[in-house]
């Protein structure tokens, strides 16, 4: 089992940014695909974006907000999210996940397809 730590989250106002970070808590080869879904209070988790890679020569990504931006340093073995224009809704637990195979784009947004999970790192947005 794969242990996902994520940080990088905390309070901000309406309009700033903030970057989330993932990375397995030990060392640990994640060779398909890295996501973040959030879940805000008395809502059910929702998808934010994915990273695949080892389909093609280039990573693919997929993200539900323009405002948000994932990316992954492979050296690193960590993904990061970009969180740019913050709004108070999107106030949130934010949770990375990981696979350890490639799957299609359209099921990267389900969060069934993801065998490991993080604590989640909160994420608060002031107005």
């Known amino acids: 089992q794969v242990q996902l730590v994520e940080s990088g989250g905390g309070l901000v106002q309406a309009g700033e940014s903030l970057r989330l970070s993932c990375a397995p808590s030990?060392?640990?080869?994640?060779?398909?695909?890295m996501a973040w879904f959030r879940q805000a209070p008395g809502k059910g988790r929702e998808f934010v974006a994915a990273?695949?890679?080892?389909?093609?020569?280039?990573d693919d990504v997929v993200s539900e907000e323009a405002r948000f931006t994932i990316s992954r340093d492979a050296a690193k073995n960590t993904a990061y999210l970009h969180m740019n224009s913050l709004k108070p809704e999107d106030t949130a637990t934010y949770y990375c996940?990981?696979?350890?195979?490639?799957?299609?784009?359209?099921?990267?947004?389900?969060?069934?397809?993801?065998?490991?999970w993080g604590q989640g790192t909160q994420v608060t947005v002031s107005s």
């Open positions: 996940a990981a696979r350890l195979m490639a799957i299609s784009i359209p099921s990267l947004k389900k969060d069934e397809m993801y065998h490991h």
């Open positions: 030990e060392r640990a080869s994640i060779n398909g695909a």
């Open positions: 990273i695949r890679w080892g389909i093609r020569a280039s």
